[in-house]
């Protein structure tokens, strides 16, 4: 089984949401705070869903997203 | 070896080793390209030679040439030099060494073919937008037009701004002997990337931070610490850079200033003035920008009056009026272009000077 | 754990001034990608625009000239020529290829210059706050046509690509987007095609990406990813248009 998970860069993260659209899993969510630049950023909402396919990162305009992939 | 003054320019330009010329056709400096495309240097230097879409597009290729630390030029007249403006404009900003050759025609607009000295103002104080200079030559025969690019190339880099060769149609087309400079070979990219380490090249990026060009700087602050640095350079240029000749100084009473053909013309004037027994001598002006502003201002008072003659309606006599500050009168003869001033005007002119004193 | 997707490393941390959501960005990072996995770093130029993207010397760290308003293409020629085994390549908008810079860029591309043109069309013009550009649809509102571009006031969108395509010096002209995961794909793939194609001398390559202006559109990036599908992929639409100086 393979499990994913993601790290956002919340600093420069700037809530577009297009990552949010982009995953399969429909688990990545913006914060209800905000960042420095005021922006609400993206979170993984669902820690156990992810299966690392990298879409959300693929999609992120920022480069904000790395996503890491292990098998279990 | 007998040239053109415009061909002297292609031929001075491969041996001092420029890199790249850009440039589109325009009377009267057309041989400049057409000089290049019959010697095929990149054959044997490997010097780019591209006839481009618009002076538009040449001065911007001038700009993205030097930009990348290569030696590179472009010529010109007038109505081309005057599209070239916002490139010469950028070029200054960034601090980007350039080559402009501009072999003046009259004007305003399309003007005539014919030869003039109407862009001085063009030239000195530019058409771009800002405060900045550009370094200006005038020679004065075929021979200064080979001598002056090698000067130019080397004042360039120096300085690291555009520097123009103000030619006129009448230099740029007669021919005259001339000694052309040896061959100098084209700097190698490793002296490229030694000599100039702002460029954009991409040379050794690995082991520096990346270089970028731009003349954009949103920080009002910023920007005029940029601006005031600019002007420190070029106030340290007006201190070392000046040329100029003199001709019958010593005992001269009377003096004309002139500088390109119209020295040439006022030459002729001088002797025939000397044989009426008249003190007059002439100061030429060789780089008009920074322009002889102190020795001007000594004739000034050594001077009963001095006289421009331009081939224009009078636009390098108000800087030497600035420049005698008004130790004594300064008169100005001219002809607009095309249509050039005789020595025997230049005479007529100086002894209604006298005998009006 | 293994890590499947990161940042490149050519591009840098300095937060980006796009809006949120902005292609530009997206396409900034995909240059650094492909530059960064073609390991050309230290012969490559970049040459950047007026426009939204006058500030990518910024975000991707290789050596960057700004050009003035449309006249990058001039620039690349004479760099490319210049450094002939250089990967020399261009950064535009649509206002600036294909309106103050159109002689420049047909010229060059006509030449055959051994360069890559990347031309970000999202039909308007997003840094001077929205107007019409010439890529903008029939009847699409801006700033200054508010009621609608319309063909008796202000003519017709130009179609840049497809000329692209018909003049002899391109060896490469596609259209592509990146709107979605496989679009992305796509474009990215694109952009490494035509930055070897400059490597290789193979004449000039001309990638357009349609895009969007969220800001300048008045919509979230979400809806404005939706409305380029919807009304600027009709009219503009994807594929290649010439492979190897063959037409599609």
Redesign the interface.
């Given at each position: 089984m393979i499990k994913?998970?993601i790290k956002v860069d919340t600093?420069?993260c700037?809530?577009?949401?297009?990552c949010a659209?982009?995953c399969p899993k429909k688990i990545i969510t913006l914060s209800e705070t905000v960042n420095r630049?005021g922006?609400h950023y993206a979170q993984q909402s669902d820690n156990d869903a992810c299966t690392?396919c990298?879409?959300c990162?693929?999609?992120?305009?920022?480069?904000?997203?790395?996503?890491?992939?292990?098998r279990l | 070896m007998l040239l053109k003054g415009n061909e002297a320019i292609a031929h001075s330009a491969i041996r001092n080793g420029c890199d790249g010329f850009f440039g589109y056709p325009i009377t009267p400096q057309s041989e400049v390209l057409e000089t290049l495309a019959v010697l095929k240097p990149w054959e044997t230097t490997g010097m780019v030679v591209l006839q481009s879409e618009s002076e538009l597009a040449s001065i911007n290729m001038v700009y993205a040439g030097g930009a990348t630390g290569k030696c590179v030029m472009t010529s010109s007249s007038s109505p081309g030099v005057a599209l070239m403006q916002e490139g010469i404009s950028y070029m200054a900003a960034c601090e980007i060494p350039g080559l402009i050759v501009s072999v003046q025609r009259g004007g305003p607009g399309l003007g005539t073919i014919q030869p003039s000295q109407s862009d001085y103002r063009q030239a000195v104080y530019g058409g771009g937008n800002g405060d900045y200079r550009v370094i200006v030559l005038a020679p004065n025969s075929v021979q200064e037009m080979a001598d002056s690019v090698g000067e130019a190339f080397r004042l360039m880099f120096k300085w690291r701004m555009p520097v123009m060769i103000l030619s006129d149609g009448a230099i740029g087309q007669m021919m005259e002997k001339v000694v052309l400079p040896p061959f100098k070979p084209r700097r190698t990219d490793e002296e490229v990337r030694q000599q100039c380490p702002w460029a954009i090249n991409g040379l050794g990026l690995l082991s520096r931070k990346p270089n970028f060009v731009s003349s954009l700087e949103l920080d009002a602050a910023v920007m005029e610490k940029r601006n005031r640095a600019m002007q420190e350079k070029y106030r340290a240029i007006e201190a070392e850079e000046v040329l100029y000749e003199e001709y019958m100084l010593d005992d001269a009473e009377y003096a004309i200033v002139a500088y390109g053909s119209s020295s040439r013309i006022s030459m002729g004037a001088i002797d025939q003035l000397r044989e009426k027994g008249v003190k007059v001598g002439m100061l030429r002006p060789k780089t008009l920008w920074p322009f002889p502003e102190q020795r001007i201002g000594e004739l000034g008072r050594q001077c009963h009056a001095l006289l421009t003659v331009e081939i224009n309606e009078g636009q390098m006599v108000r800087d030497v009026r600035y420049a005698v500050a008004g130790q004594c009168p300064v008169e100005f003869f001219g002809h607009s272009g095309g249509v050039m001033p005789s020595p025997e005007e230049v005479v007529d002119k100086m002894e209604s000077i006298i005998n009006n004193r | 754990?293994?890590?499947?997707?990161?940042?490149?490393r050519l591009?840098n941390?300095v937060?980006?001034h796009?809006?949120?959501?902005?292609?530009?960005?997206?396409v900034h990072?995909l240059v650094a990608e492909v530059l960064e996995e073609m390991g050309v770093e230290e012969r490559a130029v970049g040459i950047c625009p007026v426009g939204c993207a006058v500030f990518a010397y910024r975000y991707v760290d290789i050596d960057w000239i700004e050009a003035a308003h449309g006249r990058a293409p001039a620039c690349a020629s004479a760099v490319k020529r210049l450094w002939p085994d250089h990967l020399v390549f261009t950064y535009q908008g649509d206002g600036d290829l294909a309106c103050i810079g159109t002689g420049e860029t047909i010229q060059a591309l006509n030449r055959g210059e051994n360069i890559a043109v990347i031309f970000i069309n999202n039909a308007i013009y997003g840094m001077t706050g929205g107007q019409m550009a010439p890529t903008t649809l029939m009847g699409q509102k801006t700033s200054t046509c508010p009621y609608g571009r319309q063909a008796d006031l202000h003519g017709f969108p130009l179609h840049i690509t497809d000329i692209a395509a018909t003049l002899e010096g391109t060896c490469y002209v596609t259209r592509q987007a990146v709107n979605?995961?496989a679009n992305?794909?796509r474009t990215k793939r694109a952009i490494r095609q035509a930055f070897q194609n400059s490597l290789d001398r193979k004449g000039a390559s001309f990638v357009e990406v349609v895009s969007t202006c969220s800001a300048g559109w008045k919509m979230?990036?979400?809806q404005a990813?939706q409305w380029m599908a919807d009304n600027m992929l009709p009219y503009y639409p994807l594929g290649d248009l010439k492979v190897n100086g063959e037409k599609k």
């Amino acid at each position: 089984m393979i499990k994913g998970t993601i790290k956002v860069d919340t600093d420069r993260c700037k809530g577009c949401n297009l990552c949010a659209v982009a995953c399969p899993k429909k688990i990545i969510t913006l914060s209800e705070t905000v960042n420095r630049m005021g922006y609400h950023y993206a979170q993984q909402s669902d820690n156990d869903a992810c299966t690392g396919c990298a879409a959300c990162g693929i999609m992120c305009p920022d480069g904000c997203i790395t996503v890491f992939r292990e098998r279990l | 070896m007998l040239l053109k003054g415009n061909e002297a320019i292609a031929h001075s330009a491969i041996r001092n080793g420029c890199d790249g010329f850009f440039g589109y056709p325009i009377t009267p400096q057309s041989e400049v390209l057409e000089t290049l495309a019959v010697l095929k240097p990149w054959e044997t230097t490997g010097m780019v030679v591209l006839q481009s879409e618009s002076e538009l597009a040449s001065i911007n290729m001038v700009y993205a040439g030097g930009a990348t630390g290569k030696c590179v030029m472009t010529s010109s007249s007038s109505p081309g030099v005057a599209l070239m403006q916002e490139g010469i404009s950028y070029m200054a900003a960034c601090e980007i060494p350039g080559l402009i050759v501009s072999v003046q025609r009259g004007g305003p607009g399309l003007g005539t073919i014919q030869p003039s000295q109407s862009d001085y103002r063009q030239a000195v104080y530019g058409g771009g937008n800002g405060d900045y200079r550009v370094i200006v030559l005038a020679p004065n025969s075929v021979q200064e037009m080979a001598d002056s690019v090698g000067e130019a190339f080397r004042l360039m880099f120096k300085w690291r701004m555009p520097v123009m060769i103000l030619s006129d149609g009448a230099i740029g087309q007669m021919m005259e002997k001339v000694v052309l400079p040896p061959f100098k070979p084209r700097r190698t990219d490793e002296e490229v990337r030694q000599q100039c380490p702002w460029a954009i090249n991409g040379l050794g990026l690995l082991s520096r931070k990346p270089n970028f060009v731009s003349s954009l700087e949103l920080d009002a602050a910023v920007m005029e610490k940029r601006n005031r640095a600019m002007q420190e350079k070029y106030r340290a240029i007006e201190a070392e850079e000046v040329l100029y000749e003199e001709y019958m100084l010593d005992d001269a009473e009377y003096a004309i200033v002139a500088y390109g053909s119209s020295s040439r013309i006022s030459m002729g004037a001088i002797d025939q003035l000397r044989e009426k027994g008249v003190k007059v001598g002439m100061l030429r002006p060789k780089t008009l920008w920074p322009f002889p502003e102190q020795r001007i201002g000594e004739l000034g008072r050594q001077c009963h009056a001095l006289l421009t003659v331009e081939i224009n309606e009078g636009q390098m006599v108000r800087d030497v009026r600035y420049a005698v500050a008004g130790q004594c009168p300064v008169e100005f003869f001219g002809h607009s272009g095309g249509v050039m001033p005789s020595p025997e005007e230049v005479v007529d002119k100086m002894e209604s000077i006298i005998n009006n004193r | 754990m293994e890590t499947v997707y990161k940042k490149p490393r050519l591009l840098n941390d300095v937060t980006m001034h796009y809006c949120p959501g902005c292609g530009h960005s997206l396409v900034h990072k995909l240059v650094a990608e492909v530059l960064e996995e073609m390991g050309v770093e230290e012969r490559a130029v970049g040459i950047c625009p007026v426009g939204c993207a006058v500030f990518a010397y910024r975000y991707v760290d290789i050596d960057w000239i700004e050009a003035a308003h449309g006249r990058a293409p001039a620039c690349a020629s004479a760099v490319k020529r210049l450094w002939p085994d250089h990967l020399v390549f261009t950064y535009q908008g649509d206002g600036d290829l294909a309106c103050i810079g159109t002689g420049e860029t047909i010229q060059a591309l006509n030449r055959g210059e051994n360069i890559a043109v990347i031309f970000i069309n999202n039909a308007i013009y997003g840094m001077t706050g929205g107007q019409m550009a010439p890529t903008t649809l029939m009847g699409q509102k801006t700033s200054t046509c508010p009621y609608g571009r319309q063909a008796d006031l202000h003519g017709f969108p130009l179609h840049i690509t497809d000329i692209a395509a018909t003049l002899e010096g391109t060896c490469y002209v596609t259209r592509q987007a990146v709107n979605n995961v496989a679009n992305v794909a796509r474009t990215k793939r694109a952009i490494r095609q035509a930055f070897q194609n400059s490597l290789d001398r193979k004449g000039a390559s001309f990638v357009e990406v349609v895009s969007t202006c969220s800001a300048g559109w008045k919509m979230t990036p979400e809806q404005a990813n939706q409305w380029m599908a919807d009304n600027m992929l009709p009219y503009y639409p994807l594929g290649d248009l010439k492979v190897n100086g063959e037409k599609k």
